[in-house]
């Protein structure tokens, strides 16, 4: 809407009271228009069976009140009462209730009452006439035989549910065919004695089939026991637990969550209240569906439609569904679920649940492998060049054998002489005796004796030399350092004579067990003592002295040589294994680098250094194989 004012200058005053006037106007118009279109509030009355928290009509009553709000075009004053003389069927405490309620409301009746369970709506029929006559009654949450049809009002309507336990049993039977037993459980207030009867009646027909037990006459506790005892191939349907036969009132989910903690069969039952931790499934009633048909039909009542032009068919079960969890508990197989059936409270996969882990797991793995797959490649031709290496050092040690074989010549000729002549003489002997005429028999056993010790020592002479000489593949074996050591000194004593050196052992009486290949263990003993006899040749012969030392050192076996020779020039401690370092005019310089590879392809170290009194020490250490 539009103004225009024309002001002329000597109607200023007349003007501004008119436009005034005018805006006062149009604020009063606007209040009135504002206050007008506001809704007015619907009063409603919520009367609950025997209490606000019995199951499953607390489930029912929360979707109630959230339907209320989510489907309300007015503002919603809810008042709610619960007839706690339902439980017992004292009449004396429905007619104090019945009171109270007449007198609470006396002046301002409710523009709807909402009648949640069967208890109620059997109230609220029975006083109809005493009890808010023309205000408009929803019955709601029942099932339809506990209507009274025939006493309805045209202020009345119902939202109701059809019943059909041999729906749920058969339902039941059919996912579980072995099952022989089904125990009922039932609470024992006057709704509960009457769903007991009308369940009897129903279930005759399965006489014959299963075994139906009712523990309607006894405590709580005492069903309790029995469902936590029941035979093999049992089951156990829950209908309701409000009062036991003890008169115990039984509120919220503790009597089924006692059940479920105790009883050694499945549960199933009836509405999908109770349906969530404890309850196998299967058909049932839907608390959200059902009370979202109830409101429904109240916002159609409070629209102004009247109650009893509004007809609701009974609604039947809800497509089955069920609980993975129990199956799984129970081992009943999916295959045998209706088609249809709403599997819920699955356990995602391990993809599913962690599948960006899964991922990058697998990305680590690939790129370890890659890693690995290179390492062992570089290992691998780490382990063909060792191979090649120790091939190497072998025939490289073979070859220093020789070259030592060469240093021992003189003394081992030597050697096998003194036994060879001695046999010699002991064989002439022999023959001028058998030609006496009565050759002396004890004389010649004495000589055969010392014929047969002489071929011996000749013998074993040559074996050593033999297994200096021979080519063999290096080959890591159980064997003692000491029995090594001591070889090596019996080896060395001919030589350590012929130099005039004198050669001593110390030999420690525990065995120092090792893993190694004998005839390269003895070339380094070998390389070791012969260095320190050359070392010593240009010395007084009284003060050419070696010594071969074992012992145990924590966890490694320790042989040491000793000399007194002039020593290791200070300078070249760290250069005397190296390839090709001498100090002889001579040498090679392969000796001592022949010996320290030998070593370390043992796992083993070897060092040098300087006596204090003079001469130098080589210190080898190897690995024992086990404490001793």
Sequence with gaps: MHFWLVTLPWRSLYARTVTAALVVALLLATLYQSQAAAPEPKRVLILHSVGREFRPWNAYAKDIRAEL?????????????????????????????????????????????????????????????????????????????????????????????????????????????????????????????????????????????????????????????????????????????????????????????????????????????????????????????????????????????????????????????????????????????????????????????????????????????????????QRRRRQLAEVQARQRMAELAHVNRFSTAGVLTASLAHEINQPLGSILTNAETAQAILKSPSPDIVELNEIVDDIVRDDRRASEVIRRMKSLLTKTPFELKSLDLNDVARETVGFLSTLAVARKTELTSLITPNSLPILGDAIQLQQVILNLVVNGIDAMKDMPAENRAISIRTSRVGEFAELSVSDRGPGIPGNKLKEIFEPFFTSKPAGMGMGLSIAHTIVEAHHGKISAKNRDHGGASFTIRLPLTHNV
């Design 69 to 377: 709000d989510r489907q309300s075009r007015w503002p919603i004053d809810v008042q709610e009462h619960s007839l706690v003389a339902a439980r017992s069927g004292d009449p004396r405490a429905e007619e104090l209730f019945l009171e109270y309620i007449k007198e609470l409301y006396a002046g301002t009746p409710p523009d709807l009452i909402i009648s949640v369970g069967a208890p109620s709506a059997g109230f609220f029929q029975r006083h109809r006439r005493d009890l808010f006559p023309t205000t408009p009654i929803l019955f709601t949450v029942l099932e339809q035989r506990r209507v009274q049809y025939q006493s309805l009002t045209e202020n009345d309507t119902v939202v109701a549910v059809r019943h059909d336990f041999r729906v749920l049993f058969d339902s039941f039977l059919n996912i579980s065919p072995d099952t022989k037993v089904v125990a009922v459980i039932n609470g024992n207030s006057p709704n509960e004695k009457y769903w007991q009867k009308e369940m009897r009646r129903e279930l005759q027909p399965l006489d014959g089939r299963i075994e139906i037990r009712w523990y309607d006459d006894l405590s709580y506790d005492e069903v309790l026991k029995k469902t936590a005892s029941l035979p093999p191939h049992s089951a156990i349907f829950w209908y309701q637990m409000i009062v036991d036969a003890a008169g115990v009132a039984h509120e919220g989910d503790r009597a089924l969550t006692r059940l479920y903690a105790s009883a050694n069969a499945p549960i199933f039952t009836h509405d999908d209240a109770f349906f969530g931790q404890e309850i196998v499934g299967g058909p049932m009633h839907s608390a959200l569906g059902g009370s979202r048909r109830a409101m429904e039909v109240a916002m159609r009542i409070l629209g102004g439609e009247k109650p009893g032009d509004i007809k609701t068919p009974p609604s039947d079960f809800a497509p089955a569904k069920y609980d993975w969890r129990e199956l799984q508990r129970w081992k009943i197989s999916e295959s045998r679920l209706p088609p249809g059936s709403e599997i819920l409270f699955r356990e995602p996969t391990v993809w599913r649940r962690y599948s960006w882990q899964i991922s990058l797991i697998t990305a680590v793995m690939l790129l370890q492998a890659g890693f690995i797959t290179a390492l062992l490649h």
